[in-house]
């Protein structure tokens, strides 16, 4: 497992380091082209009921993403995140400023006291975020694995899509058991299907 987990880490921190080299206007240029291409995706555009999320800081920015989908009316779902059994509960967001609170991972989400749960099987597309990426759909994520315990919970009929910057695509990721691929990854200069 170590072996495995090792790498793994090394691969959060080259990721960490390119990201950093990147200047602001950059990452923020090669974000509105992800963007771009994401609003142009047939499966996207078909999509009514997205589930998204509020980005960390080495994830594509999704707040402009999300605004977006709510301006084009659909159904944008984040999750909420039980620290304790590391369980995301998905919640209808209707207004990014008035239905989001401080979470518990210190990253904002959906205030359960404004929002409502959503069946997963409502979710018609899934954006899935990550750290780094390889061709073959393989994703690290924070490492807490709250979207691997997602991802089989998800219709097979719902696409799983990931956001990245090219930066953020790696050679090779060795994966786990209990680690789950997406079927596509959306970069500012590509997409990439999973092979």
Do not use: W
């Amino acid at each position: 497992m170590d072996e495995i987990r090792k790498p793994k880490e090394e691969i959060r921190n080259d990721i960490a380091k390119r990201l950093a080299a990147l200047a602001d206007s950059a990452v923020e240029a090669k974000a509105r082209q992800i963007e771009k291409r994401l609003f142009e995706f047939a499966n996207f555009l078909e999509a009514n009921v997205v589930l998204l999320y509020i980005n960390s800081a080495s994830e594509v920015n999704s707040r402009d993403i999300i605004k977006s989908c709510l301006d084009y009316n659909k159904i944008v779902i984040l999750p909420a995140f039980n620290i304790d059994t590391y369980e995301m509960k998905l919640m209808k967001v209707d207004n990014l400023e008035t239905d989001l609170k401080l979470g518990p991972r210190g990253i904002y989400e959906p205030n359960e006291t404004r929002c409502n749960v959503v069946p997963i099987e409502c979710i018609d597309i899934a954006i899935i975020p990550g750290t780094a990426f390889d061709e073959k759909g393989g994703r690290i994520g924070s490492g807490e694995g709250y979207y691997d315990r997602l991802i089989p919970k998800l219709s097979i009929t719902t696409r799983k899509v990931a956001l990245a910057f090219e930066n953020q695509i790696t050679q090779q990721i060795q994966m786990e058991s209990h680690d789950k691929h997406v079927d596509i990854i959306i970069t500012e200069k590509r997409i990439i299907y999973k092979i």
